[in-house]
């Protein structure tokens, strides 16, 4: 019987002799990062330095590619740029920035200007299209202006006067950023006695928490009326300004924000911040 010869192991070469042993194929080298960091400052904080927009709109504008640095695009977040470098926004940031909405309201007293607190109502349930007060150029209510709406600065719950609630973080940041220098009015009503010394005090001497509170504007409008300016706003500011004078605060009233005023705007109703005003 003819014999089939065994198949020889694949180690082994045909005439017996051993094969070299398989070499593995080389490894591909691993990423290596660069050691060298990136110099300048995060583009989204420049845009934010600089009004553009907020820190979050930033990022997402860049992811987005709608942000140029020198004229390159830019759509990496994390990406930094020299600090004089020259940012523009693409057209489509821009229409986006457009459809935000800011809302001035004359909120009464009752009602909180943040976050709700318990048995308490926020301040944003007014803005509803039956307290819309309407001129025949302004924007008609939709439900689409609640979404994101939030109030750029606070009014306390025994407070009445301009609420300004928006979407725009530029509008957030201008009024309420570190670095804002936008002034605030009131009127304020007040109980007791008051001399020249405690005038010169609630102009400027007095400090709340361990702090020094920064120059204000303070004067008499009548006998029992004083008028406030700030460029700052502490919790319950003015009503503890008062309270180390030696008066009571009986009501109080923000009429001005900036260059924008409460004016005629009833109690309760709110309206669109117009195009041609600015804070």
């Given at each position: 019987?003819?014999?089939?010869?065994?198949?020889?192991?694949?180690?082994?070469?045909?005439n017996?002799?051993?094969?070299?042993?398989?070499?593995?194929?080389?490894?591909?080298?691993?990423?290596?990062?660069?050691?060298?960091?990136?110099?300048?400052?995060?583009?989204?904080?420049?845009?934010?330095?600089?009004?553009?927009?907020?820190?979050?709109?930033?990022d997402?504008?860049?992811?987005?590619?709608?942000?140029?640095?020198?004229?390159?695009?830019?759509?990496?977040?994390?990406?930094?740029?020299?600090?004089?470098?020259?940012?523009?926004?693409?057209?489509?940031?821009?229409?986006?920035?457009?459809?935000?909405?800011?809302?001035?309201?004359?909120?009464?007293?009752?009602?909180?200007?943040?976050?709700?607190?318990?048995g308490?109502?926020?301040?944003?349930?007014?803005?509803?299209?039956?307290?819309?007060r309407?001129?025949?150029?302004?924007?008609?209510?939709?439900?689409?202006?609640?979404?994101?709406?939030?109030?750029?600065?606070?009014?306390?719950?025994?407070?009445?006067?301009?609420?300004?609630?928006?979407?725009?973080?530029?509008?957030?940041?201008?009024?309420?950023?570190?670095?804002?220098?936008?002034?605030?009015?009131?009127?304020?009503?007040?109980?007791?006695?008051?001399?020249?010394?405690?005038?010169?005090?609630?102009?400027?001497?007095?400090?709340?928490?361990?702090?020094?509170l920064?120059?204000?504007?303070?004067?008499?409008?009548?006998?029992?009326?004083?008028?406030?300016?700030?460029?700052?706003?502490?919790?319950?500011?003015?009503?503890?300004?008062?309270?180390?004078?030696?008066?009571r605060?009986?009501?109080?009233?923000?009429?001005?924000?900036?260059?924008?005023?409460?004016?005629?705007?009833?109690?309760?109703?709110?309206?669109?911040?117009?195009?041609?005003?600015?804070?």
């Open positions: 019987m003819r014999r089939i010869p065994a198949r020889l192991p694949s180690a082994v070469a045909s017996g002799a051993a094969l070299p042993a398989r070499i593995p194929a080389p490894a591909k080298p691993a990423a290596v990062a660069s050691s060298a960091p990136q110099t300048g400052v995060r583009i989204s904080k420049l845009m934010a330095e600089r009004g553009l927009c907020s820190r979050r709109n930033a997402d504008y860049i992811v987005r590619g709608w942000v140029f640095v020198d004229g390159r695009r830019v759509s990496e977040l994390g990406t930094r740029a020299d600090p004089a470098a020259v940012i523009v926004l693409d057209k489509e940031a821009q229409a986006q920035q457009q459809s935000r909405m800011t809302i001035l309201l004359h909120k009464p007293m009752g009602y909180v200007s943040g976050q709700p607190e318990p308490f109502t926020p301040a944003v349930t007014l803005v509803q299209p039956e307290n819309q309407c001129t025949p150029d302004t924007p008609v209510f939709h439900p689409s202006c609640l979404k994101g709406l939030a109030p750029a600065g606070r009014l306390d719950i025994d407070s009445t006067g301009l609420l300004v609630l928006t979407q725009d973080g530029r509008v957030a940041r201008q009024l309420i950023g570190q670095e804002s220098c936008i002034d605030k009015e009131y009127l304020v009503r007040v109980e007791g006695q008051l001399d020249d010394k405690g005038l010169a005090l609630l102009n400027h001497g007095l400090s709340l928490d361990d702090r020094q920064k120059p204000a504007k303070v004067e008499w409008l009548n006998d029992d009326q004083l008028r406030f300016v700030l460029r700052e706003g502490r919790k319950r500011q003015i009503r503890r300004m008062c309270e180390l004078v030696g008066l605060v009986c009501g109080l009233k923000r009429v001005r924000i900036g260059a924008v005023r409460l004016a005629d705007l009833p109690l309760g109703q709110w309206r669109f911040l117009r195009p041609d005003e600015a804070f």
